[in-house]
């Protein structure tokens, strides 16, 4: 089954840019969408954006004048990264695979499976 | 911007039935999605569109929509079911671009 790996940086300065990588394992990484959420510590999920294969996006308006997102396919990766972070940039970062239909011009999505996440702190 | 609202607590002893509700104004357009997160872990996918249940999630995870509120019913709660649950949906527009979640219900057993 597929599985996901999230890796990069744990600590991160302010107004500097926070990269962090998802390594897809047990399938491919074509033909999907793929999402970064975030959680900072005892708070609720926060979604941060996605990615298809063939590199089109969609961004969290709240998010997205700092987000950049990236897919490697012959690696089966895909990549965040986020600008001018600060100490409310601080969180658990998971990457998920984002399933998503599409049905009579509606869409809807939804997020399985989960990376186990990485700890990012903001700090100097 | 489009919000969904979750009670933030729900307890109820073993062996009986936890509703953990969730609220927004586009759901009878969007159908919901539940996770369950268990302390230090990932959220898992417990029910999708509202109440179909993927492989591997017990029978004793159900959901059900009624108008602007779709409810995640735990039937004979055991003390593993003990997890933060968070809705997911997409706002009023009917796309799957703007991506929501719920504030999270903590689920205790008593």
């Known amino acids: 089954q597929v599985q996901l790996q999230e890796s990069g940086p744990g600590l991160v300065k302010p107004s500097e840019t926070l990269s962090l990588t998802c390594t897809v394992s047990?399938?491919?990484?074509?033909?999907?969408?793929w999402s970064w959420i975030r959680q900072p510590a005892g708070k609720g999920l926060e979604w941060i954006g996605r990615i298809y294969t063939s590199g089109s996006t969609n961004y969290n308006p709240s998010l997205k004048s700092r987000v950049t997102m990236s897919v490697d396919t012959s690696k089966n990766q895909f990549s965040l990264k986020l600008s001018s972070v600060t100490a409310a940039d601080t969180a658990v970062y998971y990457c998920?695979?984002?399933?998503?239909?599409?049905?009579?011009?509606?869409?809807?999505?939804?997020?399985?499976?989960w990376g186990q996440g990485t700890l990012v702190t903001v700090s100097s | 911007s489009y919000e969904l609202t979750q009670p933030p607590s729900v307890s109820v002893s073993p062996g009986q039935t936890a509703r953990i509700t969730c609220s927004g104004d586009?759901?009878?357009?969007?159908?919901a999605y539940w996770y369950q997160q268990k302390p230090g872990q990932a959220p898992v996918l417990v029910i999708y569109k509202d109440s179909e249940r993927p492989s591997g999630i017990p029978e004793r995870f159900s959901g059900s929509s009624s108008g602007t509120t779709v409810t995640l019913t735990i039937s004979g709660v055991q003390a593993e079911d003990e997890a933060d649950y968070y809705c997911q949906s997409a706002d009023s527009s009917g796309t799957y671009r703007d991506v929501v979640f719920g504030g999270g219900t903590k689920l205790t057993v008593l």
């Open positions: 998920a695979r984002d399933i998503v239909v599409v049905v009579a011009a509606t869409g809807f999505n939804w997020f399985d499976p």
């Open positions: 047990g399938g491919s990484i074509s033909s999907y969408y």
């Open positions: 586009a759901l009878p357009k969007q159908y």
